[in-house]
């Protein structure tokens, strides 16, 4: 995971997958489900076989190039294996999602209502785990002016989101196993995702407004 390898591997992987099971799948293939975890829009097998793995390359060539731009470049070298592991881990969700919706397609008895917040509980936990170890930068991690501007500031703030992420991915988890109806589930899981996301930005301030005031 920590291989910049790794996520060229899964990519190829998620193309060959695709190939494999073209022939079989529908001409239109669901892309999109609605609150009462029915399909509510499709595409076209073609390009959208091929969608996911466009994404999953682009997130992979991208962030590299981005984290070259950076005027704190020579700050990945700190956690340039934590990097690593960040975009591998994406892209590795990304191959997830492809194999939900191709399967699904292909007529899986695949429940999305409880697949999709069981994924972004992974996600969510695996990115708490190593949030803490980013170190500052302009494309990854709590990036508001305050931690931008103070470093103390911004490995507190990571400590906290690193703590907030797990817990939210943990609600998310929980939730895709609760006997509730999917707009419940979702609920939940959308509720701690967001209070995850807002919770380390006012933290930043705060410690922020702390440390200019002593």
């Not at 790794?6 to 494999?20: D, P, Q, S």
């Not at 005027?71 to 934590?82: A, G, N, S, V």
């Not at 509730?180 to 609920?187: D, E, G, N, Q």
Request: net charge positive.
């Amino acid at each position: 995971m920590s291989r910049r390898g790794f996520g060229l591997f899964v990519i190829c992987a998620m193309v060959a997958f695709a190939i494999a099971v073209f022939p079989r799948l529908p001409a239109e293939i669901p892309t999109h489900w609605g609150l009462n975890g029915e399909v509510n829009d499709t595409m076209p097998k073609f390009p959208a076989v091929f969608l996911c793995p466009g994404i999953a390359l682009l997130v992979w060539v991208l962030l590299p190039m981005l984290r070259k731009m950076d005027p704190r470049t020579e700050h990945y070298e700190k956690f340039d294996e934590t990097f690593w592991i960040l975009v591998n881990l994406v892209v590795l969700m990304i191959a997830v999602i492809e194999v939900l919706t191709l399967g699904y397609g292909l007529g899986w008895p695949i429940d999305m209502g409880r697949a999709i917040p069981s994924v972004i509980g992974v996600l969510f936990v695996g990115m708490g785990n190593y949030m803490p170890r980013v170190r500052s930068n302009w494309w990854m991690g709590i990036r508001t002016p305050w931690t931008l501007s103070n470093e103390r500031v911004w490995r507190e703030t990571h400590r906290v989101a690193g703590t907030a992420f797990v817990v939210a991915g943990i609600v998310a988890l929980l939730s895709a196993s609760l006997p509730v109806h999917v707009a419940i589930r979702l609920a939940l899981c959308i509720g701690a995702l967001m209070v995850a996301s807002i919770v380390p930005i006012v933290y930043s301030y705060m410690i922020w407004h702390r440390e200019a005031h002593q």
